[in-house]
């Protein structure tokens, strides 16, 4: 959607909203112009997922330490999973975080337009500002997660190196791939509201089919790797653990994976456009 503003002969400026033109029809400038309010909507999710919590911040601490502590003791010391030569902790810990990361945001921007209905139904403003904000949310509980780990790997004496440079464009790779599934997710729930229902239940999957408790050399090489590589939190994860903790580079799984988040996002985006103007009258 973008505006042209007009003097009246009363010097009071008119503005006329118009149809976003392109493919995508995404303004940019629209949304820098905007950036002010995606701030506010990020703070103001910080601020009510904390306000009246028993643990408040403590929670980011105690669930990946918590999860971390069940899969070690199922996979790492009952089944005896291989850890590629790592505490298996320290395995597992570095899977985790871009995994909760990911997983919080899709979890909130899959919901943000039913819960953000009183806003969308009174003024305008890009759409698009509401899930954004919901992933950008979610970098609070992963910053407090990252600093747990960085002591976890003082513990076991396995400093990142150079390798964790790349730190940045996995995280922004991690926050592209919820995005782009949340805002599928997301137009649809607008529609279909029983799919806030079934995000909980592809979460939890999808965390089993990524290599979070297991090596990715679980999987055969090939083909079938190949195919595991569809799935875009294989690479990040791949990657993610790799800055972080050396070990084997990421290989073809984290190009395909690249691929199919810039697919996503793409068809996302074009979808979240063509259904944004129905938002009010459905939400």
Do not use: C
Request: net charge positive; proline share 7%; glycine share 6%.
């Amino acid at each position: 959607m973008t505006d042209t503003t007009r003097p009246t002969n009363d010097t009071v400026p008119v503005i006329y909203l118009r149809p976003s033109t392109g493919w995508l029809g995404i303004d940019l400038k629209e949304l820098w112009r905007y950036r002010e309010l995606i701030f506010f909507l990020t703070w103001r999710d910080i601020k009510v997922r904390y306000k009246q919590a028993v643990l408040g911040v403590a929670w980011a601490v105690l669930q990946p330490i918590l999860t971390v502590l069940i899969f070690t003791v199922i996979f790492g010391v009952l089944l005896g999973t291989p850890s590629e030569g790592l505490p298996y902790p320290l395995f597992a810990f570095s899977a985790m975080l871009p995994w909760q990361l990911f997983a919080s945001a899709l979890q909130r921007s899959s919901v943000s337009l039913v819960g953000n209905a009183n806003l969308i139904t009174k003024i305008y403003f890009p759409r698009l500002a509401i899930p954004l904000s919901t992933v950008f949310s979610a970098l609070v509980d992963f910053g407090i997660s990252l600093v747990v780990l960085l002591l976890v790997m003082i513990y076991y004496q396995h400093l990142p190196g150079l390798n964790s440079l790349w730190l940045v464009p996995i995280i922004l790779l991690t926050l592209l791939t919820a995005l782009a599934v949340g805002l599928w997710l997301s137009a649809l729930n607008v529609q279909y509201r029983d799919v806030q229902h079934m995000v909980p239940f592809i979460i939890q999957v999808w965390m089993y089919a990524s290599p979070i408790v297991y090596p990715i050399e679980t999987i055969p090489a090939g083909i079938w790797r190949s195919l595991y590589g569809l799935n875009p939190m294989v690479g990040v994860i791949q990657g993610f653990r790799w800055a972080l903790l050396g070990g084997n580079p990421p290989d073809v799984t984290m190009l395909i994976s690249v691929v199919v988040v810039i697919l996503l996002l793409v068809s996302g985006l074009y979808y979240f456009r063509r259904m944004e103007k129905t938002f009010a009258d459905i939400v």
